[in-house]
Each structure stands twice: as C-alpha cells, then as structure tokens.
C-alpha cells in the first residue's frame, strides 16, 4: 500500500463524494473534514485499495460496495442507556409531560444499530408508556437499520449495560428484557411492537411526521456547520410546540438559528423544550 496521506489527495475526495450524489443521491460533502478522512482510510483498507480512484470505480459500479462505503462512514459506536443521566434526567423530567398526552410519537434519528430505540422502549415501559407510543428509528445505513431491527446484541456487553441501566434509575433488572444464547441477547418482542424502523437520510429526506419528542444524539457532532444547522432546521420543523428535542452530551443548540426557540428543560443534559 503505498503513502497514506497521498491516498487521500482532496480533489480526489471531493470527485469521489460528487460522483457518489449524483449516482446514488447520498451527500456527504459536508460532513467534518477530519472524520471522513480517517473513515475513507480504514474505507480504503477494508476495500484493499491503495487509491481513491478505484474505490470510485468500485462503489459506482456496484451497489452493495456502496452500501459498504456507507456503513464505513457511518461511525456506528452507541451503546444502551449511553449517558445513563440522560435517561435519568429523561424519566424524571420527560416522562411526566409525555403522560399528559394520549399519544406519544417518537423519533429516534441516527438510531444506529438500535441500542438507543430497545433503551426508550424500556423506558416507556417501566413508565407505564410504551402502550400508547409509537417510536420511529431510523438511520442512513440501511446495514444498521437492519441489525436494529433484530434486537439482538452481543451478551458480552450486557453487564456494562445493566450497570448503565441501573444508573438511569432501571426500575427492574435488565436482563428480563431479554433472553440469552451462548453469544447474543435477545430483547423480547413486545418491546418491538409499537417501533417503526426505517431507512432516513437527514442531509436530503424531508420531515415525515410532527414528534412529541426527537432524539438525534452523536449524530450532528460529524457534520460540518452548515450541515448542521440544515439538520436542526429539519428537527424543528418535525418537533410539536412544547415538543422535546434531545441531543448528544457533546452537542448543543447554541449559535443555531433555532436557539432562540427553546428552553433548555435541564442544566446539565442536552434536554430542550419548542416554546415556539
Ligand atoms: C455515533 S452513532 C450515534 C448512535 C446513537 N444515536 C447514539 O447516540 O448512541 C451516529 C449515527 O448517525 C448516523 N448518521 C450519519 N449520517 C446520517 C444521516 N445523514 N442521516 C441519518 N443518520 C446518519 C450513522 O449512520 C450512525 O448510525
């Protein structure tokens, strides 16, 4: 394989990205600089490519190549209850406006491989919720979508999930939500039920609903600025007034166009409330 740094010339990133729209309609040309670099680099290893051209050839002619260059993109890391004072701060603060509605929509954006969808369904549960919920889970990476879909996680990282779920004030013991085989853990189907998951770009598909609550958290921390602000734009225009609108620990609604349309509901989590 030959110089890393010249693999990656930026006429070339950006040629490959232009002709990865036009083709497939995906658009990454705004996403943080840096982290694409790095992910088109391991792209290129998994590959076992040394240059951008040929990536190029690959993932225009064949489809399932491109669904693999999106799966690279895609930083997919997300665990249950990640943040456990998110959720704490989410039960105690959240749940009681969300009881006041006889219906409650949901959508969990960049849901990834759906740890996050499977933490709110037990939320909702314990909450005496999830009856009347409906959350829809949806992400770029239709790879990830699918694996969401199963709900089927590797056993081996269940004791530091239950231990995520205890510190979110878990009301039970997470492991009756879900059987065990040698290797995965199983969660049950009735907390499936009232989930919709689906495949949503947030660069270029439009709203599809109006939410009492949008969950997009470790998403937009991979988009340049002007991405961002195009993305919170879309969130707002799917969120009710007095909708909830929650964001990664990292992330936040400062200096964007709609900061001056929220309250932060609690200091110190990523929890906003539309007033207007
Ligand atoms: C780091 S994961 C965050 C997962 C989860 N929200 C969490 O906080 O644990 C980022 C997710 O955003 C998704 N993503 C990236 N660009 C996206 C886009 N344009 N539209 C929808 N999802 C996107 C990725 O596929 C990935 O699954």
Not at 179 to 184: G, S
Not at 186 to 211: G, P, T, W
Request: charged share 25%; hydrophobic share 40%.
């Amino acid at each position: 394989m030959g110089d890393r740094t010249e693999q990656l010339n930026d006429d070339q990133l950006r040629k490959l990205l232009e002709q990865i729209v036009q083709r497939y309609g995906f658009d990454f040309r705004n996403y943080a600089p840096a982290s694409m670099r790095r992910r088109v680099l391991a792209i290129l290893q998994q590959e076992k490519l040394d240059n951008l051209p040929d990536l190029q050839a690959r993932v225009l002619a064949d489809p399932s190549a491109f669904q693999r260059f999106v799966h690279g993109i895609s930083v997919s890391v997300t665990s249950m209850f990640r943040d456990p004072t998110f959720y704490l701060a989410f039960r105690r603060n959240v749940m009681p406006l969300l009881a006041t509605y006889p219906f409650i929509r949901i959508w969990n954006a960049g849901c990834s491989t759906g740890e996050e969808v499977y933490s709110m369904a037990i939320l909702l549960h314990e909450e005496g919720l999830y009856e009347r919920s409906r959350i829809y889970a949806t992400d770029l990476d239709a790879l990830s979508v699918e694996r969401a879909r199963q709900g089927i996680f590797p056993l081996g990282r269940m004791k530091e999930y239950s231990a995520n779920y205890l510190n979110a004030g878990g009301k039970d013991s997470l492991s009756h939500y879900y059987t065990a085989d040698r290797e995965n853990a199983l969660f049950r189907q009735y907390l499936m039920k009232n989930i919709v998951f689906a495949q949503h770009n947030l660069v270029c598909d439009s709203s599809f609903n109006e939410f009492h609550v949008v969950l997009c958290r470790n998403v937009m921390i991979y988009f340049n600025n002007t991405l961002r602000e195009h993305v919170l734009s879309l969130l707002h225009d799917s969120l009710t007034t007095f909708g909830i609108l929650c964001l990664g620990a990292k992330e936040s609604l400062r200096f964007s166009g709609i900061e001056s349309c929220y309250v932060q509901l609690i200091e110190t989590e990523k929890i906003y409330r539309r007033m207007i």
